[in-house]
């Protein structure tokens, strides 16, 4: 059965007669638009509908038609039987129109070519002859004039491209060229600016795309309720890369601006969930695997524990920091080398940590020797620090693309926490188990709800194992989830840091040499021989002793023999 929200149609259909904008039935034929006027319509299979505007003013020189869905393909061209060159296909579309003289009537044409009936939202928008022309300057995709955004997307990236503009020109006229000079006088005077808008969190739903799609079509709109990420001229790519969000709604736009005129024009919205809506397996209600609660879950108890009780547990805390440091490595490692499938390397990257964590308790038990246990520690601390700084807007200065740069500066701010801790390595411990083991409740929450914290850690694992992740734009949602999550994470961290210190206030900094104790128990027993460990058999003995008991155990009782009374 498909999951709720890919059934909305009614209900939304419904709601939009409330708000007094009744939906347009496809059986008719015909959409009556109007300019700058949201209209929604449900197509069907069977009838293709003809959208027309009437009475469009003489001073509009451009129109541009575009139609929206959830997750569904519609077809609008500008004839009734489209083709590659006048048309165009997806759940966001659009194409403009170049008006004629005396022309004040537009036609375009919409069909469903895969489904029963589809719901989509469409809305014409008008530009006058000293607006910008999206994609006026088309030289890469089908259509002679491009105005649509096209996005391509994984797990971990969104690559956006869209087609350079044009300037405008009045009707009747012949359109500027795009092949002249980098003058003032042609589009290489243009900039874009790159919007993003995000959906609200753990909302897949098709009314709420509709709702907050219109937010993101015109150009005041876009700049009142967009994220502007960069602005680009007309000298760079129209090419450009952000982190993918799988389960989060995204919108994103580009407003084109002459900054000759003043004058601006909005291309075509588009919208991604960096997920499929409607596969079978691994869709966006399926995005976390068992694997990985269970990895995660089983993480955050370990963390919540030591959050606490920590630097008590010494052994336990180091275990879990040799755990953290040679799984992460191996992840990478692993993950770079072989193409195994992910719940195979990430069952793989636990015994490795398992044997990370046992080799340093093995080297304390041995050696004893507290800074370099500290060192590790520190740098487990400085990591999350050094990804929580990155975290903020800083991560996405252009400065920080170039690999170099990035990581000599995320070092140096890794290293600072070991290297002012130095002289106080119980403060640094205990700091580590409050904050990092806090950490570990909000991982293991992302694995069952949508937060945006879990991406402190994860975009620095995303730009270690993927080459194009450094020109990715990191900016991600802070909403209600968020906000909890990040008082929950601090009151847990302050929580455990405190009881530590108050625990910990009159004890000994750290625990003694393991080794040389057991060594001087072992000679105390030996040079001791009033000590009543010092008789006390050698270990082979006394298992050798423990079987010959349980052997007669099983051994079957001897024949008395005869017996003689006592002589009186």
């Known amino acids: 059965m498909w999951p709720a929200p890919l059934f909305p149609s009614a209900l939304l259909i419904l709601g939009l007669v409330c708000r007094n904008e009744a939906a347009v039935n496809s059986s008719a034929g015909i959409l009556e638009l109007a300019l700058g006027k949201f209209r929604n319509v449900l197509l069907n299979k069977t009838t293709?509908?003809?959208?027309?505007?009437?009475?469009?003013?003489?001073?509009?020189?451009?129109?541009?038609?575009?139609?929206?869905?959830?997750?569904?393909?519609?077809?609008?061209?500008?004839?009734?039987?489209?083709?590659?060159?006048?048309?165009?296909?997806?759940?966001?579309?659009g194409?403009?129109?170049?008006?004629?003289?005396?022309?004040?009537?537009?036609?375009?044409?919409?069909?469903?070519?895969?489904?029963?009936?589809?719901?989509?939202?469409?809305?014409?928008?008008?530009y006058t002859e000293r607006d910008p022309i999206p994609g006026g300057c088309n030289l890469e995709f089908n259509l002679e004039v491009d105005p649509n955004i096209y996005l391509e997307y994984n797990l971990v990236d969104t690559r956006m491209k869209f087609a350079p503009?044009?300037?405008?020109?009045?009707?009747?006229?012949?359109?500027?060229?795009?092949?002249?000079?980098?003058?003032?006088?042609?589009?290489?005077?243009?900039?874009?600016?790159?919007?993003?808008?995000?959906?609200?969190?753990?909302?897949?739903?098709?009314?709420?795309?509709?709702?907050?799609?219109?937010?993101?079509?015109?150009?005041?709109?876009?700049?009142?309720?967009?994220?502007?990420?960069?602005?680009?001229?007309?000298?760079?790519?129209?090419?450009?890369?952000?982190?993918?969000?799988p389960g989060q709604g995204v919108v994103y736009n580009v407003?084109?601006?002459?900054?000759?005129?003043?004058?601006?024009?909005?291309?075509?919205?588009?919208?991604?969930?960096?997920?499929?809506?409607?596969?079978?397996?691994?869709?966006?209600?399926?995005l976390r695997r068992l694997s990985t609660k269970i990895f995660f879950t089983t993480f955050a108890v370990l963390g919540l524990f030591l959050c606490f009780f920590g630097h008590r547990f010494w052994k336990t805390d180091l275990f879990y920091m040799g755990f953290i440091l040679m799984a992460f490595f191996f992840f990478i490692v692993i993950t770079r080398v072989t193409s195994l499938s992910y719940d195979v390397r990430l069952g793989l990257t636990a015994v490795a940590g398992v044997v990370g964590g046992l080799?340093?308790?093995?080297?304390?038990?041995?050696?004893?020797?507290?800074?370099?246990?500290?060192?590790?520690?520190?740098?487990?601390?400085?990591?999350?620090?050094?990804?929580?700084?990155?975290?903020?807007?800083?991560?996405?200065?252009?400065?920080?693309?170039?690999?170099?740069?990035?990581?000599?500066?995320?070092?140096?701010a890794a290293l600072i926490v070991p290297i002012v801790f130095v002289g106080c390595p119980r403060m640094l411990n205990i700091l580590t188990c409050g904050i990092v083991g806090s950490y570990s409740v909000v991982l293991a929450t992302s694995c069952y709800v949508y937060t945006s914290l879990s991406y402190i850690t994860l975009n620095r694992l995303r730009r270690i194992l993927n080459d194009y992740f450094n020109q990715a734009y990191?900016?991600?949602?802070?909403?209600?989830?968020?906000?909890?999550?990040?008082?929950?994470?601090?009151?847990?961290?302050?929580?455990?840091?405190?009881?530590?210190?108050?625990?910990?206030?009159?004890?000994?900094?750290?625990?003694?040499?393991?080794?040389?104790?057991?060594?001087?128990?072992?000679?105390?027993?030996?040079?001791?021989?009033?000590?009543?460990?010092h008789h006390v058999p050698p270990l082979r003995e006394r298992i050798q002793n423990k079987l010959s008991q349980i052997k007669d155990l099983f051994r079957k009782e001897q024949p008395a023999g005869e017996?003689?009374?006592?002589l009186l």
């Open 165 to 245: 503009a044009n300037l405008g020109y009045a009707r009747g006229v012949d359109p500027p060229s795009c092949d002249s000079r980098i003058s003032q006088d042609s589009r290489w005077r243009l900039h874009y600016d790159i919007y993003q808008y995000f959906l609200p969190e753990n909302d897949l739903s098709e009314a709420t795309l509709v709702s907050h799609l219109r937010k993101m079509t015109e150009v005041q709109s876009v700049r009142n309720n967009g994220i502007k990420m960069a602005t680009l001229t007309s000298d760079d790519k129209t090419d450009i890369y952000f982190s993918s969000l």
């Open 563 to 566: 017996r003689t009374p006592l």
């Open 474 to 533: 990191t900016n991600v949602p802070f909403q209600t989830n968020d906000f909890i999550l990040l008082a929950v994470w601090a009151m847990l961290a302050i929580g455990g840091i405190t009881v530590q210190l108050r625990q910990e206030r009159c004890e000994v900094p750290f625990p003694p040499h393991p080794y040389r104790l057991w060594k001087r128990e072992r000679e105390r027993r030996i040079t001791n021989i009033l000590d009543p460990s």
């Open 359 to 412: 080799l340093l308790v093995a080297y304390w038990w041995r050696f004893g020797f507290v800074l370099l246990c500290m060192l590790i520690v520190g740098l487990v601390l400085g990591f999350l620090s050094a990804s929580a700084l990155f975290f903020t807007p800083l991560g996405d200065y252009k400065v920080f693309r170039d690999d170099a740069v990035f990581w000599v500066t995320f070092s140096c």
């Open 48 to 93: 293709p509908v003809e959208a027309v505007l009437r009475n469009i003013a003489s001073n509009v020189t451009v129109v541009l038609f575009q139609i929206h869905t959830h997750h569904k393909n519609v077809t609008i061209s500008f004839d009734k039987k489209p083709s590659a060159n006048d048309s165009g296909t997806g759940a966001d579309k």
């Open 255 to 286: 407003v084109v601006r002459d900054p000759l005129w003043n004058t601006s024009a909005a291309y075509v919205p588009v919208h991604t969930y960096a997920c499929n809506l409607t596969a079978l397996v691994d869709n966006c209600w399926s």
């Open 95 to 126: 194409l403009i129109s170049i008006l004629r003289p005396l022309q004040n009537v537009c036609t375009w044409y919409l069909q469903v070519l895969d489904s029963e009936q589809v719901l989509s939202t469409a809305v014409s928008l008008p």
